[in-house]
């Protein structure tokens, strides 16, 4: 995923779409043969894509819709945000402008058995409709996200990863030797409360892409482990995951 890093300074969540600009077809062949070379975080969930036109959708902007499916089984959610976070950077680096939609669904069953999950809506872009900026991005501290000393790049780049409604879910302590990662289960967002585990788990896999292209490309070495335990401690976080350095 390292040819990916250079799109986090790049990649914006783009809802406005210029009409007199659409996906040429060599382009859309291009987004297809990626879906070939993704790195599954768990890779014995069967997965799908299925790229439709907004109008098979409920979506109210783009001119396609990325439709991702996948097998109901623990940590499903988890690996779908991580799946889907690559195709996310790699839009932007084609110059196709891509949004997380959480509240739409497609009007008919692409998923061949499987279950829908989320969608990405997209279109053509203009170069300058992506970020050139990112430090300009709201986002939450270092101090609030994270604890222990480590990186500083990699603790300022790695608060930039996309999140519902911005609701930034993740908290990490970080040493010399391990990385242990954190869903926060009391995040504020105008999310549905009953609705947010869901959306903050997508988040929590879209963060450790984030992570992993970072640590990857800053010649960290790592051991990653999936903590399934799904209990909070008395902060309210929830142990996703520990990676050893």
């Not at 109210?60 to 499916?69: H, N, P, Q, R, S």
């Not at 101090?143 to 608060?159: H, M, P, T, W, Y």
């Not at 993740?170 to 010399?176: E, G, Q, T, V």
Request: proline share 3%; aromatic share 14%.
């Amino acid at each position: 995923m390292n040819e990916l890093y250079n799109m986090i300074y790049k990649r914006k969540s783009i809802r406005k779409f210029d009409s007199s600009l659409s996906v040429s077809d060599e382009e859309l062949e291009l987004i297809k043969s990626q879906f070939e070379k993704v790195i599954p975080l768990i890779p014995e969930i069967k997965i799908k894509f299925e790229i439709v036109k907004k109008s098979e959708t409920t979506a109210k902007y783009g001119e396609y819709a990325l439709l991702f499916y996948s097998e109901n089984k623990d940590d499903y959610l988890l690996n779908a945000g991580y799946v889907l976070e690559q195709m996310d950077l790699f839009m932007a680096s084609i110059n196709i402008g891509a949004c997380w939609y959480g509240m739409a669904k497609p009007k008919s069953d692409f998923g061949s058995g499987l279950d829908y999950v989320i969608m990405l809506v997209f279109g053509k872009s203009k170069e300058t409709d992506f970020r050139t900026d990112f430090s300009n991005c709201k986002r939450k501290s270092e101090a609030e996200l994270f604890s222990g000393d480590f990186d500083k790049e990699i603790l300022n780049l790695v608060r930039y990863a996309p999140s519902a409604c911005n609701s930034q879910p993740w908290r990490a302590s970080f040493d010399d030797k391990k990385i242990k990662i954190y869903r926060n289960t009391k995040v504020k967002s105008f999310i549905p409360f009953v609705k947010l585990p869901y959306y903050n788990s997508l988040d929590m896999g879209i963060f450790l892409c984030y992570l992993e292209i970072i640590l990857n490309k800053h010649e960290y070495k790592f051991e990653r482990t999936i903590i399934n335990k799904n209990e909070k401690d008395s902060l309210g976080w929830i142990e996703i995951a520990e990676y050893k350095l």
